[in-house]
């Protein structure tokens, strides 16, 4: 079974600066894909980034980036110039066959 | 609709009675999930529809749990004889995912339905 950890339930970072969340995952499938998921209070969960395992790339948007190492079966989300809205629960999540979420990680971003 | 709906909002029961918790998918998105989160913590999938393939009922944890999608349209996921520990808010997704030549399809989330059994 496909199992997503992370091991940071809070972080917090002061605004302007930068901030890595953590996330590992286990599986035996080649081919899956990787997503950062951000729910604030209003519950809504939005997608932060996502990567295809097959893309050796990290992907990046904007002021996201992640670090995936496929070897050890790493994905953490680096948050560069923090803002205030970025305050929220952060899952890492693992798609193939089926869906996974880890337990979420509660940044709390200071002004 | 724009984006992914679900009703009601907010449900309080009484424990032993049963709950019907609706959502409206993306229209064309072939893929629906429902996710359980309980209060603090992260999602725990219960249920996926994929097209007309049977569902991947894997997630549902007791045979009170069960949902149905008429084709790729609305889903309803019923909770029978409610428990306290059912308790939580009840998350859809949607995705045009098909199979897992597209499993990097985005999902999207609708607000939730927070459940409260009493």
């Known amino acids: 079974a496909q199992t997503v950890t992370q091991s940071q339930p809070e972080m917090s970072v002061q605004e302007a600066e930068t901030v890595t969340l953590s996330c590992t995952y286990d599986?035996?499938?080649?081919?899956?894909?990787l997503f950062w998921y951000k729910q604030p209070p209003s519950r809504q969960m939005i997608l932060v980034i996502r990567?295809?395992?097959?893309?050796?790339q990290n992907a990046t948007e904007n002021r996201f980036s992640v670090n995936f190492q496929k070897a050890a079966k790493s994905f953490s989300l680096k948050i560069s110039d923090s803002q205030l809205g970025d305050a929220a629960m952060y899952f890492c999540?693992?798609?193939?066959?089926?869906?996974?979420f880890g337990a979420g990680t509660r940044l709390t971003v200071k002004p | 609709g724009a984006g992914v709906s679900q009703s009601p909002s907010n449900k309080v029961t009484e424990k032993g009675k049963d709950v019907e918790l609706r959502c409206d998918p993306i229209?064309?998105?072939?893929?629906l999930y429902w996710y359980r989160q309980r209060l603090g913590q992260g999602l725990e999938f219960l249920i996926y529809?994929?097209?007309?393939?049977?569902?991947?009922k894997s997630g549902l944890p007791s045979d009170r749990f069960s949902a149905e999608r008429t084709g790729e349209s609305v889903s309803t996921l019923t909770i029978q004889r409610t428990q306290q520990e059912d308790s939580a808010v009840y998350l859809c997704?949607?995705?045009?995912?098909?199979?897992?030549?597209?499993?990097?399809?985005?999902?999207?989330f609708g607000p939730g339905t927070r459940l409260l059994v009493l």
């Open positions: 997704a949607s995705s045009s995912t098909l199979g897992l030549a597209g499993g990097g399809e985005t999902q999207y």
């Open positions: 599986t035996s499938e080649s081919d899956y894909y």
């Open positions: 990567q295809e395992a097959y893309k050796q």
């Open positions: 999540a693992y798609r193939s066959l089926n869906m996974r």
């Open positions: 229209s064309g998105h072939t893929a």
């Open positions: 529809f994929q097209g007309n393939s049977a569902p991947d």
